[in-house]
Every structure is written in C-alpha cells, then in structure tokens.
Nanobody, 115 residues
Framework: QVQLVESGGGLVQPGGSRRLSCAYSGSILNLNALAWYRQAPGKPREPVAT???????YYSDSAKGRFTISRDNAKNTVDLQMNTLTPEDTAVYYCNAQQGVNDFWGQGTQVTVSS
C-alpha cells in the first residue's frame, strides 16, 4: 500500500499563490506517474497536473501557464505550485499515485480562493 498526505491548502486571495505538497510513503517501489486532481463543488474530480517518472508534465487547460507540478524522488514528495489563483480554482485537491494498475489517493486538502 501507498499512503499519501497532502498539505498546504487553505484560504488565499484571488491573484495569490499557494504551494501544495504531497508526501508519499509505504510500498513506494515502482511508483509511476504522480498527479494532482481536484474536485470543485458540483463538479467531477478532474486531473489538474501529472508528472511521469521521466519528468514529462501534463496540465489541464485551466492549469497550464499558472500551475507547476514537480516531484522529488529523494524526498518522496510531489508539489503543485499554483499562481494567479481565481475563485474557480476553489476545490478539494487530491494527490494521486499510480503503481502498476493500482491507484492511491490522499485525503485531500481544501483550497479556497476568496476575498
């Protein structure tokens, strides 16, 4: 099993920035892609950013140009730097890890963008 714990959520003003971090542990050998998802009220959970083991990154249209995903395999963390936040970014953000055909999820961290 792989455990993931997100941190860094909270209140942020529109136009502000926030950095989310996800620490993973457990049976972490052969982890593949790491990703950040989010689920806004009334919306399905959607991928925001993904990073492969080879360092290739992928972003949703809304995240591209504003968000940056990075991973540190030595520290067992994957981060999401979020800039120029808008109220539409308000959601619960989840860390996701893939290992073979298995998916593992964190508990989520709330990000609220509001004045």
């Amino acid at each position: 099993q792989v455990q993931l714990v997100e941190s860094g959520g909270g209140l942020v003003q529109p136009g502000g920035s926030r950095r989310l971090s996800c620490a993973y542990s457990g049976s972490i050998l052969n982890l593949n892609a790491l990703a950040w998802y989010r689920q806004a009220p009334g919306k399905p959970r959607e991928p925001v950013a993904t990073i492969s083991n080879r360092g290739n990154t992928y972003y949703s249209d809304s995240a591209k140009g504003r968000f940056t995903i990075s991973r540190d395999n030595a520290k067992n963390t994957v981060d999401l730097q979020m800039n120029t936040l808008t109220p539409e970014d308000t959601a619960v953000y989840y860390c996701n890890a893939q290992q073979g055909v298995n998916d593992f999820w964190g508990q989520g961290t709330q990000v609220t963008v509001s004045s």
